[in-house]
């Protein structure tokens, strides 16, 4: 990113407040402003209220399914990039994750040159 590029707009979806906290401080660092939501339900609401640039999307949520996100995105062409994050990465979860539309897929935990 030049500095003379506006920040990109960023949608974290993790349920994990502490982790959350944590990706937070590593994109400050960045100047990259991040809204965070805990839920599924909450990232369908924040995506229609203000379309982010990048949603960084845990697959384990309390009350959905990330790659469920990952779809709703897709398939109503929302111009978003997505980056799938999760504990429980296995290469069918990132294939299946791909193949839905996601840009990256990293596994916590990951440094924040990784995410950045």
Partial sequence: MTNDAPSARVLLVEDTESL???YIAYL???DIPVVHVASGADALA???QNVPDVVLLDLQLPDMNGLDI???IR???IPA???VITAHGSIGKAVEAMREGAIDF???PFS???LT
């Fill in 20 to 22: 959350a906290q944590v």
């Fill in 28 to 30: 400050g660092k960045q």
């Fill in 46 to 48: 924040a995506i229609k």
């Fill in 70 to 72: 990952l779809r709703h």
């Fill in 75 to 77: 398939e109503r062409r």
């Fill in 81 to 83: 990039e997505v980056v």
């Fill in 106 to 108: 990293l596994v916590k």
């Fill in 112 to 114: 924040a040159e990784r």
